[in-house]
């Protein structure tokens, strides 16, 4: 048996002495990242930190691998939940290995089927109170709107909305500083973030003043002894799999933080390319509104309903795809890890672009067409590990139900009520920073036509 040698693994184009792929890493890595997967192979070499290489996975076929088991339990977390363990501590997002499992099964109780039902009504009234804000004819800055409106959701379904106003704008502004961040500290080098800069200290405030918002809200709680039915309560009444007792406070406000982070910034994001893609499909839109009219009647939408909306879940499914959160994430291996035809020793780092491969056109016909019915009966079903919206394996999101219940609660209680127009030949672009998200994005918000609303 002749035994073939593995392909050379070849180095990106465009590096330099000292500072590797930085130059072409900012402003803004999607280019860069995108033009990876046309011009190299399914692994490819870049700096992505000064003096630290790492190997990019472009092929569905080993970005799955890598992400499901027996490869997974190979691996740790890598550079990017590195840099997130400094801001969210040890969570179920950011460890790995047995640590994960036994966190994860902790969590699981606040994402129950019985807990969903009970935050769709939190949901929607928050939704119907951010409605009551907005006057016919107003331009809004549409993601910054849906920021304040997932944030509002998820003080009502975890803090049981005991977060005072000022407290309340006080975490937004903290969080979108931090968010901002990250994206930029993955490319630094650590000396870099450890010099006294206003930059530096501006994330360190904002960091200590969020934990401290969190913190003080499990404190209050635990004070008191009263289960007030939100998602905190439930946390703090879930043992610990290693000592049996209650998790600490330490322990809640990592996973609340997470759920805060995660939960505002991407819901947010695809509320508001949800909204964008309806605006210019116009066509869509009015196919939505009618399932909604089917489904709900003049009705409020309630957790039975989200089941039952076909069209709405495609919707949001083409919006995951086209524009996914997800720029880089990344792995490390910490054994010698056989990956397809290559062998990787311990300490390699790797990392996958959700972004560029959901609009690959190998994979996906005319990638950049927003087109709902590519979902429809799987007409155009992708290969395992090109669609790659939740993650996948056993570090899939453990929120994604939680998430979709807030994207189609959310539509469908604002669509009824209003709609969003552009400005002629508006486009909005997307912008790498921790997460993908929308440039700047002004609509003009109108009221439907009467027979329309609610």
């Known amino acids: 048996m002749t035994l073939v040698e593995p392909s050379p693994i070849p180095r990106a184009a465009g590096s330099l002495p000292l500072f590797g792929h930085a130059f072409r890493l900012f402003p803004d890595p999607l280019p860069f990242i995108a033009s990876l997967r046309r011009e190299y192979g399914p692994l490819v070499e870049i700096t992505l930190q000064p003096g630290t290489n790492t190997l990019v996975v472009q092929d569905p076929t080993l970005i799955r691998a890598m992400l499901t088991d027996p490869i997974a339990s190979t691996l740790d977390k890598g550079p990017f939940f590195d840099e997130m363990r400094e801001l969210l501590g040890d969570s179920v997002v950011t460890v790995a290995g047995d640590e994960h499992t036994a966190k994860r099964r902790q969590m699981y109780p606040a994402f129950a089927r019985p807990e969903l039902g009970r935050y769709v009504d939190i949901m929607r009234t928050a939704t119907e109170a951010e409605l009551e804000a907005w006057a016919p004819g107003q331009r809004l800055d549409v993601r910054e709107t849906m920021i304040r409106l997932s944030l509002d959701m998820l003080t009502k379904t975890v803090f049981s909305d005991r977060l005072a106003p000022a407290t309340f704008r006080q975490l937004r502004q903290n969080m979108a500083l931090v968010m901002d961040s990250v994206g930029v500290r993955i490319m630094l080098p650590g000396w870099a973030k450890r010099l006294p800069l206003p930059v530096n200290r501006r994330f360190d405030r904002a960091r200590a003043d969020i934990r401290a918002t969190i913190s003080a809200a499990v404190t209050e709680l635990r004070a008191t002894g009263h289960d007030t039915g ?225």
Not at 377 to 383: A, L, V
Not at 399 to 426: H, N, P, Y
């Open 230 to 454: 939100d998602m905190l309560s439930v946390l703090m009444t879930v043992p610990d799999e290693q000592t049996g007792q209650p998790p600490t406070d330490e322990q809640i406000c990592n996973e609340v933080l997470t759920l805060a982070l995660a939960g505002t910034e991407n819901t947010a994001t695809i509320l508001a390319w949800v909204l964008y893609e309806l605006a210019r499909h116009p066509d869509i839109e009015a196919d939505v509104l009618d399932e909604l009219g089917k489904v709900l009647g003049d009705r409020p939408v309630t957790f039975a309903d989200t089941s039952q909306l076909p069209l709405l879940d495609r919707v949001i499914k083409e919006v995951l795809r086209l524009h996914v959160t997800g720029w880089i994430l990344t792995r490390r291996t910490l054994t010698e890890t056989t990956l397809g035809q290559w062998t990787l020793p311990a300490g390699t780092n790797l990392a996958y672009c959700q972004h560029a491969l959901h609009r690959d056109p190998g994979l996906y016909p005319d990638p950049l067409r927003f087109d709902p019915d590519r979902w429809l009966d799987g007409t155009q079903k992708p290969p395992p590990g090109a669609l790659l919206s939740w993650g996948a394996g056993k570090h899939r999101c453990i929120g994604d139900r939680f998430a979709m219940m807030e994207l189609i609660t959310g539509l469908a209680t604002i669509l009824r009520q209003v709609r969003f127009t552009l400005k002629s030949g508006q486009t909005v672009r997307p912008v790498a920073r921790a997460t993908v998200r929308p440039g700047k994005m002004v609509m003009t918000v109108e009221p439907r036509q009467t027979g329309t609303a609610v």
